[in-house]
């Protein structure tokens, strides 16, 4: 609001990440005892670049990226203790492989682990390339343009048909 009150010429968009395949699981630390994973279903890294590579060309105020982020904020808004309260039975179990990990395991929360771990974690194999709900969002105008003109086919034809 500042930004628009003194008309500053940025633009600033929210990109709310869903589960990302991504290193960070296996850098961060931990205490929960097992290996962490992001909650499924998990992505790729690339359908979350090019979220906000669209943003910074298209600006949206706020744009989650795939299914899993877009129900948290619908959740929160309609019942948050609800929320909540799925996230502790569902989450918990989620958020970890079943596998052990020693909660001294190395970390980078005061220095940075050696080596170059890339831009994917382990989950490429069950991770998805794309997301449908952020491809759909990208395009509205044209998904809303296409759904206008289905509605404007059936609706001609029901005319049509009653006459």
């Known amino acids: 609001m500042e930004l628009q009150k003194h008309a500053v010429p940025v633009d600033i968009s929210l990109v709310l990440p869903g589960a990302i395949n991504t290193p960070q699981v296996d850098r961060s630390r931990q205490r929960i005892?097992?290996?962490?994973?992001?909650?499924?279903?998990?992505?790729?890294?690339?359908?979350?670049?090019?979220?906000?590579?669209?943003?910074?060309?298209?600006?949206?105020?706020?744009l989650p990226v795939s299914w899993g982020a877009q129900k948290l904020p619908w959740g929160q808004k309609l019942s948050p203790r609800?929320?909540?309260?799925?996230?502790?039975?569902?989450?918990?179990?989620?958020?970890?492989?079943?596998?052990?990990?020693?909660?001294?395991?190395?970390?980078?929360?005061?220095?940075?682990?050696?080596?170059?771990?890339?831009?994917?974690?382990?989950?490429?194999?069950?991770?998805?390339?794309?997301?449908?709900?952020?491809s759909l969002r990208l395009r509205r105008l044209l998904v809303g343009g296409t759904a206008a003109v289905a509605a404007g086919a059936v609706a001609a034809r029901e005319l049509a048909r009653t006459r």
């Open 33 to 62: 005892g097992f290996q962490p994973q992001p909650v499924p279903p998990i992505y790729q890294p690339e359908p979350y670049a090019k979220a906000v590579l669209h943003c910074c060309k298209h600006p949206i105020r706020e």
């Open 82 to 134: 609800a929320g909540d309260s799925m996230l502790r039975h569902m989450g918990w179990k989620g958020q970890h492989t079943g596998q052990p990990k020693p909660i001294d395991s190395p970390d980078n929360l005061y220095e940075t682990l050696p080596g170059d771990p890339g831009a994917h974690g382990r989950f490429d194999d069950e991770s998805r390339e794309s997301t449908l709900w952020t």
